[in-house]
């Protein structure tokens, strides 16, 4: 049945249908499947709109929105200008600085969505101007948002440390270490990657032109300013960030810089909103689906099947890592650890495993499996904000997926990468 | 795709490596800078009376879209300053951002099927030639037009159903539907418009990605019927 | 058959301990199978709610605070100092109060649900990061509250700054300072970790967490007469468990507290110390009689009366 689901959509997916269909078609068969007819179809609307309406995603429209005004009027410009101007001579420097860039946001949004949308949004014009190719750009942008997932703050490490009762804080600690090894790797690739398809450096910059270039960012560099310093200072939450983000860039691209103009502001609000729908239906068409598979018990018979039980440690970690790896490439990574992190903790108990060390690894493998096809929501935010076609979107992921799964498996086998962190703090 | 038609994405000027990267650079900040959609523009699939009836709801949603996220900016603004300046949280404020994330979703889709921008993987259908490539636009529109009109269909008894048990929303107290008729709407009006696509592409020479949008933006060479 | 029953916790959490207790019972004196679904698997609180009355589910654990939205008098269980803070009293109350066996039965019913039984979850206590001993010390502490007009009523009375906050952003809003404190019972402080990013527990005893079992009505009636013998004896033995799961509890969580987290500070505040608290009460009856539904003056007044003979007895 499952499977008969299963590929069903994926076969509707491939035939060209809007996304949104293969979803609403997978969970509806499931309804009727669960419920013996159409009686019930009222709580599969009950449950897209559910989807939809977490306060966290909130931050989702309003960082795209903006970054729409940043990049409509000077911020975003002047801001790649400052980075380029001291790294732009480094070969690959645009695209270190990308990850790098997702890194910094990373520590203030807990969304790989978010972070796909604020930085990749500037910056794949001028990686592309620079001569990377697009199969690269997209690939790089949705990838690195991942590290975003792992520096605090992380929602996913949030809702793992409450569905199994794991330190939060302990947890934010855990998944630095990880965060810096992955954009340690996608700096050495994207380095590689200059260096073999000859992406041209530019001219190192003189010291006169990199203080022009500071003093020209002087105001957008407000916001980290306001983002980090309003979080960490406690003004707001992360997903008010966001909106402040956004009061901040209407004052500085409308008053200070004069760039864009109230019938601008109204046209971004309306593209803004336009991109989030698209988004938008697709996560509530995913919690739907998520319904039926949990609903149906379906994580609990696989999980029986395999035998999970006579496994040692590191056949825990694997089952573990591949089961949320798996479950993100179709439902919604929050959906994915509500449903399984309660489901593997008696054998996480059993196994004496450390759960900081687990969380870390459920939380690395949602936000690789939010950026794999076929559904992972990293995939259709990029498509919906660069409108380039799905093919086009993940044609050069598999080398970052490759990066990203051997920094899984090193997690298993070195887990001090995660714990070191905890373990010198806990000792002071 | 290095002979684009669209002279907003003229590649010309732009220094690059190679042009096929030139091209996708143009379209890149044209994405980002110039792409916005012009309301004026946009003509209905309807004839006559009803023409201009969709025309004028497809002002509305793009109204409600435009609405809907600055009023999101400054609702959750306005309670940052509550809080840290005046000591005072707005309480109803996140059941504001609910109610602002339905509408925006779902006056959005309709929108968005009117101008083709709904995510689809065309890999596949775009490698195939031109009879079955239109050929498929039919049955998927069709297709999605009948799933969507039945969902708008469970959506509106849904919305009656919590009507009729009286839920409100706990902070601002009023009936919880009253945030939720968008829903069925926004179904309805999408499904619609699927429908419409799916009868354009029966009756014109060339593919259409919705009434108003031929297929292939990112494809020009196949822009023209042949 | 199959039954599904849904709840607001995780399986070792209050809600849960009772379910499982629940399943027990049923699957032990009945050929009816009873499958759990936790915290968050089908949704949110009022989700699950919805789908109890639809019928997908048979069982619901729904606190009355969240059925406010639905039935507006259940937001009596927010007024603060109604419920005794005497463990004995509180067990009395809810086994033979009037509001509890015979008003709230007839307005779940008007929603289509079938009320089985309404439990304690535990003393509500308050999180925050300066000591508090009196209203005074409560002035411009953020206290983060569920958003519901009669809680952030309580705090603006008890002199702190009510703030509503997804409780998915509490966490890190107390770790950032956005927030200065949160109220839960002792399970759920210790539970969900709020004791890290908190320094002191008060222990104000202005209220108990009450939750609900539920069934949808059209399946319970359709039930011959030994399966509703069977639900309500299990029902009545997951409360006595839950009751005798209870007393040890706050302790043992309070105890694990302290052992992770040495430094906090514990403070149960003394009569004459909660009297400032006690006082503010009649300002939030006040606004549950405004926005507590066409019985509220019904369902308090019964609940005082209830409370009394509990005290009586
Ligand atoms: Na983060
Ligand atoms: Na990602």
Known sequence: ???????????????????????????????????????????????????????????????????????RGQSAARLIDLVMAFLGHIKGGLAISTAGACTMFGAVSGSTQATVVAVGGPLRPRLLKAGYSDKFTLALIINASDIAFLIPPSIGMIIYGVVSGTSISELFLAGIGPGLLILLLFSIYSYIYAV?????????????????????AIWPLGFPVIIIGGIYGGIFSPTEAAAACVLYAIVLEMIVFREVSPRQLYATAKSTGLITAVVFILVGAGAAFSYVISFAQIPQAILGGIGIDGMGPYGVLFTISIAFFIGCMFVDPIVVILILVPIFAPVVQATGL????????????????????????????????FRRPYWEVIRGTPPFIAILLSVSVALIYFPQIALFLRDISISR | MTNDPDPSRDATAIPGPSPVDAAVLAAAEAVQAQDDIDDGLYESGLPGPLGLLDKGIARLEAFALAFGVLAMAFNTTSNVVGRFVFGQSLYFSEEINQALIVLITFAGISYAARHGRHIRMSAITDALPFRERKAMMVITSGVTAVLLLALSWYALTYVMTQAGRGRVLPALRIPQWWILVWVPAGLFLTGL?????????????EIWLSTATRDGYDLPHKDKAP | DTWRYAFEEALDEVQGVYAQKFKEEVEANSDHEVQLFPFGTLGESDNIMEQAQSGILQFVNQSPGFTGALIPEAQVFFVPYLLPEDQDQLVSFFRNSETITSIFPELYAEQGLELLKMYPEGEVMLTTKTPVESPADLSDVKVRVMTNPLLVESYRAFGATPTPLPWGETYGGLQTGIIDGQENPAFFIESTRMYEVTDHITRLGHNNFTTALMANQEFFEGLDEADQQVIQAAADAAF?????????????????????????????????????????????????????????QEVLDQMKADLEAAAAS
């Not at chain 1, 499931?30 to 609307?45: K, M, N, S």
């Not at chain 1, 309406?53 to 931050?59: D, F, G």
């Not at chain 1, 073999?196 to 003093?215: G, I, Y």
């Not at chain 3, 906090?264 to 003394?270: D, I, Q």
Request: hydrophobic share 50%; net charge negative; aromatic share 6%.
């Open chain 2, 193 to 205: 418009q699927y429908a419409l696509t799916a009868l354009k592409n029966l009756t014109d020479p």
């Open chain 1, 354 to 385: 450390d759960p900081v060390l687990v969380g870390t690894i459920v939380t690395l493998q949602v936000a690789i499996g939010s950026a794999t096809p076929p559904f992972g929501c990293d995939i259709f935010t990029a498509i919906a904000v």
């Open chain 1, 1 to 71: 049945m499952t499977a008969a689901i299963l590929g069903t959509m994926i076969v509707l997916l491939l035939l060209g249908f809007p996304m949104m269909v293969p979803l609403i078609i997978g969970s509806m068969v499931g309804f009727v499947g669960l419920f013996g007819g159409l009686g019930q179809l009222e709580t599969l609307v009950q449950q897209v709109i559910a989807g939809i309406q977490p306060a966290s995603l909130i931050a989702v429209p309003m960082f795209i929105f903006a970054a729409e005004i940043m990049t």
């Open chain 3, 240 to 296: 006595d468990h839950i009751i005798d799961y209870q007393q040890g509890l706050t302790e043992t969580a309070l105890e694990a507290i302290m052992e992770a987290k040495p430094a906090m500070t514990v403070t149960t505040l003394t009569e004459e110390q909660r009297a400032p608290f006690r006082e503010t009460a009649g300002d939030v009856e006040a606004t549950f009689l405004e926005i507590g539904g066409p019985r509220a």
């Open chain 1, 196 to 216: 073999r398809h000859n992406v041209p450096t530019e001219p190192a910059a003189t010291w006169p032109e990199r203080f022009r270039a500071m003093r020209r």
